[in-house]
C-alpha cells in the first residue's frame, strides 16, 4: 500500500532549464541525481528514466511505491512505442465476491481493491527493449538509497506525517500492522532531516535487479505477496502474478494547432487530454496573461 497525500507548499512557476549532455526532471532531487548518474555511466534517456522511477519508490514513498501501475511513451530511432504496464483487476474479484466480503461499495484500503501491480515488469520490458545498461546497474541508485538512507526533506515529511495521523485513526486492523512497522517504526512519521533506511525495499529492489524483474511475479517475493494478500480477504493470488505481461501499444494522437500531442489509449487517461485539446480548438483565447478572455 501507498500513501495517498502529497503536499506542495511552492507556488508554480515557470523557468527555462538548458542541458548541454542531457537533463532528467523528477519531484525529488534525490530520484533526478540517480537519473544523472546513470547518464554519466553511458546509460541512455530510458535507463535514467527506469532509475528515475525506482529511485522514487524509495525516497518519495508518499506518491510512489514499488506495487504501482507504469505507462511509457519512448521516442527511440524516429519511431514513437507506447507500453501499458497497468495490471488488470484480479481473475476472481467480481461486485459479488465483494459483497460477500461485507462491502456495498469498493473499499479505499487494504488488499480487496489492489490490482497486479505493473511497474517492476515495466522497468524490465524498457531496460531489455531499450536499455543500454543491465537492470542491476540501473536500480544499483536505488537500491544504495534504500539501504544507506537519505535525509527526509520538509515536503515529504510533511506529507507522511498527514498520512500517519488519517492512518493511524482510520486503519487500525491487523492487515494494516506491516504499514506501521514499516513506515513508523518509532510510533511516528519520520521528521525533516531524519535519515530514513528500507532495508527490506533494499532488498526486494536487489531481487528485482537479479532476476530482470521476475522475482517480483513469479517464485519467493511473488509467493509473499500473494499469501499476504489471501490472508487479509484480497483477491490477488499467484496465477494472477503468474500470468502478467505488460502490453505495446500504438499511441494516439491529436493535432492541436499545429502540434501532435501523443498519449497512451485506453485504459489510460490520456484520451480526455486529447479529448480537452480537441473541445478547446473551438475557442481563441487571448494573448494578455491572466486575462481568462476567450471567444
Do not use: C
Request: hydrophobic share 40%; proline share 7%; net charge neutral.
Amino acid at each position: 500500500m501507498e500513501f495517498d497525500y502529497q503536499y506542495n507548499p511552492y507556488p508554480s512557476t515557470r523557468q527555462t532549464i538548458f542541458g548541454r549532455k542531457g537533463m532528467v526532471a523528477t519531484s525529488q532531487p534525490l530520484a533526478a541525481q540517480a537519473g544523472l548518474d546513470i547518464l554519466k555511466k553511458g546509460g541512455n534517456a530510458v535507463d535514467a528514466a527506469i532509475a528515475a522511477a525506482a529511485a522514487l519508490t524509495v525516497v518519495e514513498p508518499t506518491s510512489n511505491g514499488i506495487g504501482g501501475d507504469a505507462f511509457a511513451l519512448v521516442w527511440m530511432k524516429d519511431k514513437l512505442y507506447g507500453l501499458n504496464a497497468s495490471g488488470p483487476s484480479p481473475q476472481s474479484i467480481s461486485i459479488e465476491a465483494v459483497k460477500e466480503r461485507g462491502f456495498e461499495n469498493m473499499p479505499a484500503h487494504g488488499m480487496i481493491p489492489v490490482t497486479v501491480p505493473g511497474a517492476p515488469a515495466a522497468w524490465a520490458e524498457l531496460s531489455e527493449r531499450f536499455g543500454k545498461l543491465s537492470l542491476s546497474e540501473v536500480l544499483r541508485p536505488a537500491i544504495q538509497y534504500a539501504e544507506e538512507g537519505y535525509p527526509v526533506s520538509p515536503v515529504l515529511a510533511a506529507s507522511w506525517n498527514a498520512a500517519f495521523k488519517r492512518y493511524k485513526k482510520e486503519l487500525i486492523t491487523k492487515e494494516y500492522e506491516a504499514w506501521f512497522t514499516t513506515f513508523a517504526p518509532n510510533g511516528r512519521a519520520p521528521k525533516a532531516g531524519e535519515i530514513w533506511r528500507s532495508p527490506h525495499h533494499a532488498d526486494t529492489l536487489r531481487k528485482l535487479a537479479e532476476s530482470n524483474g521476475e522475482s517480483f511475479y513469479h517464485g519467493e517475493l511473488a509467493e509473499k505477496i500473494s499469501d499476504f494478500s489471501i490472508k487479509n480477504q484480497g483477491f490477488l493470488s499467484l496465477d494472477d502474478l503468474n500470468s502478467y505481461r505488460p502490453q505495446w501499444v500504438e499511441p494516439i494522437s491529436v493535432n492541436y494547432r499545429g502540434y501532435d500531442v501523443w498519449e497512451i489509449p485506453p485504459n489510460g487517461q490520456g484520451i480526455v487530454t486529447l479529448s480537452a485539446l480537441n473541445i478547446v480548438k473551438g475557442f481563441r483565447f487571448s494573448r494578455e496573461r491572466g486575462s481568462g478572455h476567450l471567444s
